[in-house]
Each structure stands twice: as C-alpha cells, then as structure tokens.
C-alpha cells in the first residue's frame, strides 16, 4: 500500500498508492483500521501508519480504485480533535512585538543585517490600493495626496510581503536601489528612499536578540513564508488568486488557494518488499519519525514565465478580485521550482485540476 496520503480535517480524504509500477501484478488485498491502512499481495505487504492524534472511520471506505500508472485509490472518512488554537500561523506581525530586541539575519547564509533593534511601534500597512479609496472616504481633497507612509526610527512597517524599516542613516549619496547580503550576495530588498529599507520576509530572518539562529533549508523557508502570506490574506480579506510577481513587476506565477486547513500525514511506511516511497522527500520537509504531520496549504498554480499563460494572466493582472504579492524575482524562480518537484511527486492522477496544477505547501 502506498506510504503518503492526504488528510483533510472534517472531509472524506484521499489516500492513495504512489505508482502501480511499485504494486504487485497479483491480486491485492487492502486492510483498514482506525490507526492505518495495510496492503498485501503475494509474500510482500506494505502499511501506513498515523499519528495518534488521526483516527480513520473503516466503515466509510468506499471508492476503492486503480487508475492507470496513479496506483490504488479510496476514499474514507477520519476524525482528529480540533486545533488548540484557529491561528494555525504565527504570523510575522504577531512574532514582533514592541519594546523588544531583535536581530536580523540573511536567511540564506546568517549574516547578521540588523543587530539589536527595538521597536515602539510595530504597525501593519493598509494595502497597496487604500489611497484610491480615500475620496470615498474623505468629503474634502485627499489630505494624504502629497504624503507617503514611511517608518521613524523607531517604527517597524509591515507589508503582504515585506517589512519596512528607518535605516536611521540619511545619506545624500546616491544608493543602490537593491539590498544584497554582503556575505552572500543574496539579494534581500530595495531601497525606498534614502533611510527607508524595504526587506522581503523570504530573505531575512528575524529571531529576539537573546535567543539563538539556527539554520532552516531554504526551500522549507521559502514554501513556509508564502503559504503563511496566503493564509492570513485569505482569512482577512476573503482573497483566493494571487499573482505572485518578481521585483521587475511581471508575474511569474498564478496561485489559486483551495484549502488552508489542511492536515497532511506522510509515514514512511513499513514494507517486507523493502520498497518505501516518500511524497516530497527532505529537501521539502523536516524529519521527524516514521509519521510526519505538517498544517499545509493546497494550491492550483500555473506558471507565467517566458510569456506562458500569458492570456489567463493578463485577465487575473485586470481582475479586482485578485491579490498581487511580490517576492525577488529569483525567489519567484525558486517558489516554482519547488511547485513543480511537489506535483512531480503527486501521483499522475492527482497533478492537475482544470487545467491547473496541484501542489501542497506546508507552513
């Protein structure tokens, strides 16, 4: 049987086989208990397992399938108790907190770019289009037509994307409109005037000044900021499609998110065939034992680079409903590639969606 599944909280979820070339010509014989599925064909048997916390209903197995080159698939119902909290997500604006000291580090390689800040006002922006809704507001002339809000000193600004922060350091000099990692050279924000920085949050890693930075696979970042930035746009502003777009303003990507509640379950199964199969493997993922639960998002996406799609996106670039989200343009590149190895490793079956592709991002 396969060793990766998808759980849905509260729904009938998927489990399915990974390939039918790793399943055995001969007739097979599926076993489900509260605690796991078993598979056994001729001498060799595979399971998976769940975690405590799941339970599966056996008596709501139906469906029961192979599909060609998508191996065996059924459907069931499963129940786990209810989150602890309903923020599934620590956001960046509840992970700062005034009167605090941080530092700041290159995610990439940690260095160390702000050393020992403390803030008086931690604030979230309004989004990019609330100065068109002032003359809805105002009943005389935009009194904000000639102004801009940028941080003090003291302030610490918080974008869909990015934070802003007061350099304290007015230079007349001419500045480079791009931040890089000095160590590195990893590109880390832009310049919006001559003491305001603006930092993207998949570069920069922020950690109180008396605690310790320890390293995170950048791909494991990477998928955790972006899923992040989903989830809490769609929860505060109903907001589904996104383009996400690189710092030279085209879009690269456009991301339709399906479920931010979702639960997934991967164990590494048990086999006396000796053949195990893992969905995302741990450039994706960290290791924790034979069963690994992550909170993750469930996205369609389609890629734009190189002028594909380029009529669909277009249509979203025009379309009021939908939310721009901006990253360098190299992580942008590095987001796609990371969907791209997730829907490799789905089953064939499940890889596309109205002419979409499936991808599952944990956080």
Known sequence: ??????????VKPLLCVPSEADLPSSPVDVSVTADGLEARSGGSCEAAALPAEVRLAPSSCRGLHRLPGGGLHLRMRLR????ISADLVLSLRESLKPQNNYVFYCQSCGDIIVKDRRFLRVLPLPSENWSALVEEWCCHPDPFARSTLLPRHDDCFLGDT????????ESHLPKSPIVICKRCKTMLGETVSSDIIKYYVTEV??????????????????????????????????????TIKGDDGKICILIWL?????????SLGSSSSHSVFTQ?????????????????VKVLYQPCIKSRNKDLADAWENDIGVHP???????????????????????????????????????
């Open 80 to 83: 786990r108790p209810p989150p």
């Open 1 to 10: 049987i396969g060793s990766s599944g998808l759980l849905l909280p509260e």
């Open 162 to 169: 990015f934070f802003l922060l007061n350099s304290g350091i």
């Open 280 to 296: 995302f493997g741990d450039i994706f993922m960290p290791t924790s034992g034979p069963v690994r639960t992550w909170n993750a």
């Open 325 to 363: 989200l901006k990253f360098p343009s190299e992580t942008c590149l590095e987001l796609l590639l990371i969907l791209a190895l997730s829907t490799t490793s789905l089953p064939p079956s499940l890889r596309c969606m109205n002419s979409f592709q499936v991808r599952y991002s944990c956080y």
């Open 205 to 242: 890693i922020i950690r109180p000044s008396e605690g310790s930075f320890s390293p995170t696979p950048r791909s494991q970042f990477v998928q955790s900021m972006v899923a992040q930035c989903l989830v809490e746009l769609s929860s505060a502003k109903s907001t589904f499609r996104f």
């Open 258 to 266: 399906l479920n931010s509640d979702t639960l997934l379950v991967e």
